[in-house]
T-cell receptor, first 115, second 111 residues
Framework: DSGVTQTPKHLITATGQRVTLRCSPRSGDLSVYWYQQSLDQGLQFLIQYYNGEERAKGNILERFSAQQFPDLHSELNLSSLELGDSALYFCASSTRTSGSFQEQFFGPGTRLTVL | GIQVEQSPPDLILQEGANSTLRCNFS?????LQWFHQNPWGQLINLFY???GTKQNGRLSATTVATERYSLLYISSSQTTDSGVYFCAPPISSGSARQLTFGSGTQLTVLP
């Protein structure tokens, strides 16, 4: 158990819908990262937050957005869903973003299926 | 950005055999993580290794940052070692610290 929690574990929805994925980082971790794992694209970085502020963006679609709340949990919002959005979405956390790189720990993931 | 290549892409072993997985990266890195993704999809941290060698039970990892590669050794493999192994160096740009993943090595250990 990494200490990172994600809900829900599985999500099945229809095209055009909107969903919210939730992540709670390890106790004390200020940085949260979202990654997407799909069959064709592999594991890709989406977005990073540090203590409530966005710090880096990767290959995140405009239909996707995220935020980190004062209690440090984060939500990833996916809207106007398409079949190609079906993937495993991971959240990771680490202690801090400044200074040397800190080890990232991954949650169990949310498996999204868009029908 | 940094390119990560892992080899071999697939590996099938008999239980008890040893193996070496390789990770090449295109740019110098300050650190690197190795993960095991089990058949249930969970990403498990194996090593966090900037350089040198680390060992954890039957697994060990060596990173030679100056030559831009890392190796993961699995000895006396067990069926529970099956899954995909990823190496992931971080991007270090400003305040960004995201990981770049290779395409992984799919390991199957047969009983």
């Amino acid at each position: 158990d990494s200490g990172v929690t994600q809900t829900p574990k599985h999500l099945i929805t229809a095209t055009g819908q909107r969903v919210t994925l939730r992540c709670s980082p390890r106790s004390g971790d200020l940085s949260v990262y979202w990654y997407q794992q799909s069959l064709d694209q592999g594991l890709q970085f989406l977005i990073q937050y540090y203590n409530g502020e966005e710090r880096a963006k990767g290959n995140i679609l405009e239909r996707f957005s995220a935020q980190q709340f004062p209690d440090l949990h984060s939500e990833l919002n996916l809207s106007s869903l398409e079949l190609g959005d079906s993937a495993l979405y991971f959240c990771a956390s680490s202690t801090r973003t400044s200074g040397s790189f800190q080890e990232q720990f991954f949650g169990p993931g949310t498996r999204l299926t868009v029908l | 950005g940094i390119q990560v290549e892992q080899s071999p892409p697939d590996l099938i072993l008999q239980e008890g055999a040893n193996s070496t997985l390789r990770c090449n990266f295109s740019d110098s890195v300050n650190n690197l993580q190795w993960f095991h993704q089990n058949p249930w999809g969970q990403l498990i941290n194996l090593f966090y290794i900037p350089s040198g060698t680390k060992q954890n039970g039957r697994l060990s990892a060596t990173t030679v940052a100056t030559e831009r590669y890392s190796l993961l050794y699995i000895s006396s493999s067990q069926t529970t070692d099956s899954g995909v192994y990823f190496c992931a160096p971080p991007i270090s740009s400003g305040s960004a610290r995201q990981l770049t993943f290779g395409s992984g090595t799919q390991l199957t250990v047969l009983p």
